[in-house]
C-alpha cells in the first residue's frame, strides 16, 4: 500500500496502472492521468505525452453523456490530486499539446 502522504514513484504508479488495468478500467484511466502528471512534474515530456496519450485512450471505451459518468472515484492517485471530472477535454485543457 502507498503512503498517500508522499508522492509515489513513477516505478510504483506503473505497477498500480497494470494491476488496475485487469480489474478495473476506470481506475486504470485514473493512474495513467496521474502518471501523466507525475512525468510531466519531473520533466519527462515524452513519457507525459505516452500517459496522456493512453488515458485518452482508455476514456474512449467510456461514456461522457453526463457528470456521473466522468466522476472520478477516488480525489488522488499515489498523492497526485485527481480532477473532479475526467474527460478528454478535462486531459486536452491541462496537457495542451502533449494531447
Same mark, same amino acid.
Given at each position: 500500500?502507498?503512503?498517500?502522504t508522499?508522492?509515489?514513484?513513477?516505478?510504483?504508479?506503473?505497477?498500480?496502472? /497494470?494491476r488496475?488495468?485487469?480489474?478495473?478500467?476506470?481506475?486504470?484511466?485514473?493512474?495513467s492521468?496521474a502518471?501523466?502528471?507525475?512525468h510531466?512534474?519531473?520533466g519527462?515530456?515524452?513519457?507525459?505525452r505516452?500517459?496522456?496519450?493512453?488515458?485518452?485512450?482508455?476514456?474512449?471505451?467510456f461514456?461522457?453523456?453526463?457528470?456521473? /459518468?466522468?466522476?472520478?472515484?477516488?480525489?488522488s492517485?499515489?498523492?497526485?490530486?485527481?480532477?473532479?471530472?475526467?474527460h478528454?477535454?478535462?486531459?486536452?485543457?491541462?496537457?495542451?499539446?502533449?494531447?
Open positions: 500500500m502507498i503512503n498517500q508522499r508522492l509515489a514513484s513513477t516505478d510504483e504508479l506503473e505497477s498500480i496502472f /497494470q488496475e488495468l485487469l480489474t478495473d478500467r476506470w481506475a486504470a484511466t485514473e493512474t492521468f502518471l501523466a502528471v507525475r510531466r512534474e519531473l519527462d515530456w515524452p513519457a507525459s505516452d500517459w496522456v496519450q493512453q488515458c485518452l485512450r482508455l476514456l474512449e471505451g461514456p461522457s453523456d453526463t457528470e456521473e /459518468q466522468v466522476a472520478t472515484a477516488r480525489t492517485v499515489g498523492g497526485v490530486q485527481l480532477p473532479t471530472y475526467l478528454s477535454g478535462v486531459v486536452e485543457e491541462r496537457f495542451g499539446a502533449l494531447g
